[in-house]
């Protein structure tokens, strides 16, 4: 079996959805995010104000590549990826190689919905709904791209964990 890697728009069920997926098939779980900041010993709104965006996005280029390394030694996970992961190439390129990409895709009302008060995503605080709509549509285009497959996600969490799940069996 192989590792599923979730991806989608921040707000839009990944960690969720796949802790869910990841007891019922009991398989370990990681959330990049989290991965990223017991790494680094920062959350990640410390590394955005200390080191900015670009230093963050290496270090979650590290992350991806140590988790593929885990792959390789044939351990499976169910990991969440960060919202703008699968944005890099390199990223995309090694998630699909040792492993499944899952976009979860969700309109973007209900994902600024969960995250319009999050203070612990940098790439929320201070932003207006335009903007960050723009950024959706943007990120949409290349999780479609970069995906092998894609779960409607505008439903329930459980419904989605199952459907994380029913791939899981498929591949």
């Given at each position: 079996?192989?590792?599923?890697?979730?991806?989608?728009?921040?707000?839009s069920?990944?960690?969720?959805?796949?802790?869910?997926?990841?007891q019922?098939?009991?398989?370990?779980?990681?959330?990049?995010?989290?991965?990223?900041?017991?790494?680094?010993?920062?959350?990640i709104?410390?590394?955005?104000?200390?080191?900015g965006e670009?230093?963050?996005?290496?270090?979650?280029t590290i992350?991806?590549?140590?988790?593929?390394?885990?792959?390789?030694?044939?351990?499976?996970?169910?990991?969440?990826?960060?919202?703008?992961?699968?944005?890099?190439?390199?990223?995309?390129g090694?998630?699909?190689?040792?492993g499944?990409?899952?976009?979860?895709?969700?309109?973007?009302?209900?994902?600024?919905?969960r995250?319009?008060?999050?203070?612990?995503?940098?790439?929320?605080?201070?932003?207006?709904?335009?903007?960050?709509?723009?950024?959706?549509?943007?990120?949409?285009?290349?999780?479609?791209?970069?995906?092998q497959?894609t779960?409607?996600?505008?439903?329930?969490?459980?419904?989605l964990?199952?459907?994380?799940?029913?791939?899981?069996?498929h591949?």
């Open positions: 079996m192989r590792t599923i890697f979730l991806c989608g728009f921040m707000g069920g990944k960690s969720e959805a796949g802790k869910i997926a990841a019922r098939l009991n398989l370990p779980f990681i959330d990049l995010d989290q991965y990223i900041e017991q790494m680094s010993e920062n959350s709104a410390e590394i955005f104000t200390q080191s670009e230093a963050f996005r290496q270090m979650e992350a991806v590549a140590m988790i593929c390394g885990l792959c390789d030694k044939g351990k499976t996970h169910i990991v969440a990826l960060g919202g703008g992961t699968v944005v890099s190439e390199l990223n995309a090694l998630i699909n190689r040792y499944v990409s899952v976009f979860i895709d969700v309109d973007f009302d209900i994902c600024y919905s995250i319009k008060r999050d203070l612990n995503r940098p790439l929320v605080q201070g932003k207006s709904y335009e903007y960050l709509e723009k950024l959706y549509s943007k990120r949409k285009e290349i999780y479609l791209n970069a995906a497959y779960i409607d996600g505008n439903t329930d969490i459980n419904t964990a199952k459907e994380i799940v029913q791939i899981y069996a591949i």
